[in-house]
């Protein structure tokens, strides 16, 4: 009888932020772009860059390193925004740089340690192991709350208004 191979295989979009590398699920990865002029939106949480123009579009952006207390690594060339699709609502995310596309198989894919500190862990899915390298899988759907995405819809509204005037 043939072995029924359960494994799961995640493809990921790794990225840097600070000295950690993070990985998110492709599926919510529409696009990734260097960064654009981003107009700053007042009174806007302190890890809420603003707005961007993708192609007609506006999107909110958020930082990261910011939302997480990371300090950024300097390298400003490498920054990039990752446009994802979180809750049924396209944000883009800085990061210090995007390394790799890659699959992770689940039995690479450990639980987080209830001793990790820094990132709360609420946002984590889990630990992946390649090799030696270790990466935090981050769930994009609990980075912001559903209060935080309706607050950046808000945004969104008000510059609409305010671009029509």
């Keep these: 009888m043939a072995k029924v191979d359960t494994e799961r295989e995640l493809q990921l979009v790794t ?3 600070g000295k950690e590398e993070y990985g998110v699920n492709i599926e919510q990865v529409r696009e990734i772009i260097r960064i654009v002029e981003i107009i700053h939106v007042p009174k806007a949480p302190a890890f809420v860059e603003g707005l961007i123009n993708l192609r007609g579009t506006v999107v909110s952006v958020i930082d990261l390193r910011k939302r997480f207390d990371i300090i950024p690594s300097g390298e400003k060339e490498a920054e990039r925004i990752i446009v994802v699709e979180v809750q049924n609502r396209t944000i883009g995310v ?16 450990d639980d987080v340690p209830p001793t990790v500190s820094g990132v ?4 984590l899915f889990g630990v992946g192991k390649i090799g030696e390298r270790l990466m935090m899988l981050l769930d994009l759907d609990k980075v912001l709350s559903t209060e935080e995405l309706k607050g950046l819809e808000n945004l969104k509204q008000q510059s609409n208004k305010t671009a029509k005037v």
Excluded: A, H, P, Y
């Design 15 to 17: 990225f840097r932020l």
């Design 94 to 109: 800085i990061v210090d740089s995007v390394l790799e596309v890659l699959r992770l198989s689940s039995s690479n894919i």
């Design 120 to 123: 709360d862990t609420k946002f």
